[in-house]
């Protein structure tokens, strides 16, 4: 059944979703092609963003913790206002996002690897203990929650619990054989995964949680290379009624004559530009520094200072060799900070415009 309606599901999209994935993908290029961040700089920033994606997920779904709290309770403070479940949910869900973060390349999307993903997110949440790594086996209900963490009703029913292997082994085989043989963009693929996914609901709990861990993996598998400095969780979460209502407005189609993803896939597209173009931000004059490594720090502040110089004149003023100076220069012209003038020994350089 999955097979048939994702096919579906993918077929004749409106151009609007195609100028989309095409702006996403050249927010990527550029990204590729101009980040080449230093341990110390992807350290802060990863940090960052682990601490902004579990305080986000976490509060989707009901937990009170805000990313100073997060914060806290990551350096081993002890937060006592707030229960144990809220912080064992953030310590599964950090820990989780860390190794995905840091081993996604060696992370092979299967079954065996969602269980295993459930099974270390609800490791330290002692009421899922009995349920942990296994598809339910009772029937569960999507809620949606309040800012508050109290439930303001039913969003969907899910998929019974004695259906539930088998569309996930099918949903699984259709993600891996589509993505592995290109058979759709993979934004599409991901998307249809996911809705599909949450529609299911396969776990007791933590089902949202999950889903937003592995939009992260998938979407590093499939090249967005900027996840771990942006965070996709705190998207979802500033535009979280319009998370709900779409993801309803999407998955009460399913099985009917006008089955549609569109809502979901508009929604999802629209947040995936959003943190595209953030993580481009990266990379304005008031981030640069946070980029550069010292020495090439130096160079963009005199840069800035003078209207047009040479490498030579570089070297001289700061008192760095000159292939140094020509190494930073390509990094900056990477990164469309400066652009070149003229050829050869008269080849200068400035500020881009």
């Known amino acids: 059944m999955n097979n048939t309606n994702n096919d579906k599901r993918l077929e004749n999209l409106p151009a609007s979703i195609w100028e989309k994935i095409t702006q996403i993908d050249e927010l990527k290029g550029r990204w590729v092609g101009g980040v ?9 920033l990863k940090q960052s963003v682990l601490i902004t994606s579990t305080g986000a997920s976490t509060r989707i779904e009901g937990a009170r913790l805000s990313d100073e709290d997060v914060e806290k309770l990551m350096r081993g403070i002890s937060i006592q206002k707030f229960s144990d479940r809220d912080q064992q949910e953030v310590l599964g869900y950090f820990e989780l996002l860390t190794n995905v973060f840091d081993s996604w390349e060696r992370l092979r999307f299967t079954e065996g690897l969602i269980k295993h993903f459930h099974r270390e997110l609800l490791k ?5 203990s009995l349920h942990r790594g296994d598809y339910k086996h009772q029937e569960n209900k999507v809620y949606m929650i309040d800012a508050a963490g109290q439930s303001m009703g039913i969003l969907f029913d899910t998929t019974p619990a004695y259906l539930t292997p088998k569309e996930m082994q099918e949903l699984v085989e259709w993600t891996q054989n589509t993505l592995m043989t290109r058979a759709y963009h993979p934004l599409l693929i991901i998307a249809a995964f996911l809705v599909q996914f949450l529609q299911i609901h396969p776990f007791q709990d933590g089902n949202g949680r999950l889903s937003r861990i592995l939009t992260n993996l998938l979407m590093l598998h499939a090249g967005y290379a900027y996840m771990p400095y942006i965070s996709h969780e705190k998207i979802v ?4 009624p319009e998370y709900y209502l779409v993801l309803r407005q999407s998955q ?3 099985q009917t004559d006008h089955d549609t993803i569109l809502p979901w896939l508009t929604f999802f597209l629209d947040i995936t530009l959003q943190q595209a173009s953030l993580a481009l931000d990266l990379l304005s004059d008031e981030n640069i520094e946070q980029l550069l490594s010292p020495r ?3 160079v963009w502040r005199y840069m800035q200072t003078a209207k047009e110089v040479t490498p030579k004149e570089l070297s001289d003023a700061l008192g760095i060799p000159c292939p140094t100076i020509n190494q930073v220069l390509n990094r900056l012209i990477a990164l469309n900070k400066i652009e070149r003038i003229g050829l050869g020994r008269g080849t200068r350089y400035r500020v881009s415009k």
């Open 296 to 298: 090439q720090a130096d």
């Open 36 to 44: 080449r961040l230093g341990p110390q700089v992807l350290g802060r």
């Open 124 to 128: 330290y949440v002692d009421k899922d």
């Open 252 to 254: 009460r189609t399913f």
């Open 237 to 240: 979460e500033d535009n979280k």
